[in-house]
């Protein structure tokens, strides 16, 4: 029953939306240039399915975030790793990505366009900056406030640094390091976006912005509303992976609620 209503109240919100943007457009007469109808928008996204068009963008979309997703996620895992365990890496390294996660990524993307070109890379590289810094955070955190005592009684027992890191620090730092994956799910469908809308032969971002030099408005939503689903999928995807491979602290809230 909990699963039903987490799904009928956001669809109830939904449809409420829905009709007031649509009595709202054809009570005040709203032209199509400025504001369309729900109807007009769902209409464009049946037809751009139907005739094949958008699949080419989706694909280029879809391409350019999970590739940059991985790379960041990757790079940002390893690097916040080291910097946790080595005070010495972190003061070699730290101020110089405090620098670039500082720069607006807006303002490096026509240099990235420059060395990596107007294709897929110059969006891949956009992501990884853009996703690259809250999981290297949450991740340089979640290691950092792992129990000390804790530490301690497995060095009473001589367990090697490695051992320590991997059954100790780094399942105590899950749940944070989860939290900023979700994060850098949307995050990094923001840098695909951008890249696209600065330059791009194709992708979700190009297709709106061709159709706000055209007005298409429908066309516009119709490019929004697949950019919101794809986030809610990723975000709703990296929840579930959380729940499954930190499975103890979706244990711990449900021994929790029962006792309460």
Not at 120 to 143: M, W
Not at 220 to 226: N, R, S, T
Request: charged share 10%.
């Amino acid at each position: 029953m909990q699963r039903l209503t987490a799904v009928l109240y956001p669809l109830a919100t939904l449809a409420v939306v829905l009709l007031a943007w649509h009595f709202s457009v054809t009570y005040f007469k709203v032209p199509d240039y400025i504001l369309t109808t729900p109807g007009a928008v769902f209409r464009t996204l049946v037809s751009v399915f139907q005739d094949g068009t958008i699949w080419r963008h989706i694909g280029y979309t879809v391409a350019a975030t999970l590739i940059g997703y991985a790379i960041g996620s990757a790079l940002a895992l390893l690097l916040g790793a080291l910097l946790a365990e080595s005070r010495t890496f972190e003061k070699f390294v730290y101020p110089l990505l405090v620098a670039i996660q500082a720069t607006p990524k807006v303002a490096l993307a026509p240099l990235i366009l420059v060395w990596f070109g107007f294709g897929l890379a110059s969006k891949v590289v956009l992501v990884v900056l853009i996703c690259f810094f809250p999981l290297f955070i949450n991740t340089i955190v979640g290691i950092r406030r792992v129990d000390p005592d804790l530490i301690d009684a497995c060095r009473a027992f001589s367990a090697s640094r490695w051992y320590i890191f991997r059954h100790v620090k780094l399942p105590a730092a899950s749940g944070d390091i989860f939290a900023g994956l979700q994060i850098g799910v949307s995050l990094a469908l923001i840098g695909t976006v951008v890249g696209e809308l600065v330059s791009s032969e194709a992708g979700l971002g190009y297709l709106i912005g061709s159709a706000a030099v055209n007005l298409n408005v429908s066309t516009m939503f119709a490019g929004v509303i697949l950019l919101a689903a794809f986030g809610v999928a990723g975000a709703q995807t990296v929840r579930w992976l959380h729940r499954k491979i930190v499975f103890w602290e979706a244990a711990g809230g449900a021994d929790t609620q029962a006792r309460s």
